[in-house]
């Protein structure tokens, strides 16, 4: 593992309820992101993060929203959860300085909305 | 328009049979192709990346190539736990982000 953790791995809510979900990075990283994972169209960028405060949105950012106040967490938001947002959601981090930049992933948060 | 395709999309292969995975991309400038393996729960896990044309990456009995539109990922005498998604991705010029293909699921069977 790449010292990334997500809490929670599992988590059922209903339609209309807003849901945090954390990610934690012990690598002192600059960049962190956030992708969700549905069958047949891979992963997908919500947003991401070049540093403390600096966030931007990537293709798939409607409906949610996101904070980093310290280096090592990042937390993404789903203000008010809707089917469409049952998936899988992915953290990873990456140096992002220098030629190679690969990203390195946590284990995921399957979410279920009902 | 997808910049990352990935085909086949399932590949079922018996234990020892060689075959290629392809990932066909279309960016204006290319930083990194990047291949990657997930296996069931859990995330994916980096293998390689190419940065130009011609460049090869080998890993136990995976091994990357990348031309200027495509890159294969040739599995030689798999076995079964090699089974698994692979996943491509790309990483543009200027950029920091990954666009990622769908992926091929292979299947080896002992």
């Known amino acids: 593992d790449a010292g990334i953790t997500q809490s929670p791995r599992h988590k059922v809510t209903e339609t209309g309820t807003p849901v945090t979900l954390r990610c934690h990075q012990t690598?002192?990283?600059?960049?962190m992101y956030w992708y969700r994972q549905d069958p047949g169209h891979g992963l997908r960028l919500i947003h991401y993060?070049?540093?403390?405060?600096?966030?931007d949105k990537g293709e798939v950012s409607d409906g949610y929203s996101v904070s980093r106040s310290k280096t090592e967490d990042f937390l993404l938001t789903l203000e008010s959860a809707t089917s469409s947002q049952t998936s899988v959601y992915f953290c990873?981090?990456?140096?992002?300085?220098?030629?190679?930049?690969?990203?390195?992933f946590g284990n995921g948060t399957r979410l279920t909305v009902t | 328009e997808d910049q990352v395709t990935q085909s086949p999309e399932a590949l079922r292969l018996q234990e020892g049979e060689s075959s290629s995975l392809n990932c066909s991309y279309t960016?204006?400038?290319?930083?990194?192709l990047f291949w990657y393996r997930q296996d069931p729960g859990k995330g994916p896990e980096f293998l390689f990346t190419?940065?130009?044309a011609g460049e090869e990456k080998e890993k136990e009995r995976l091994k990357a190539t990348l031309t200027k539109k495509e890159s294969f990922l040739h599995i030689t005498a798999p076995k079964p736990e090699d089974s698994a998604t692979y996943l491509c991705?790309?990483?543009?010029?200027?950029?920091?982000?990954?666009?990622f293909g769908a992926g091929t699921t292979v299947t080896v069977r002992a």
């Open positions: 990873a981090i990456s140096e992002g300085e220098g030629r190679s930049s690969p990203l390195h």
């Open positions: 960016v204006s400038g290319l930083r990194g």
């Open positions: 991705a790309v990483q543009e010029t200027n950029d920091y982000k990954l666009s």
């Open positions: 190419l940065y130009s």
């Open positions: 993060s070049y540093g403390v405060k600096d966030t």
């Open positions: 690598e002192n990283h600059r960049y």
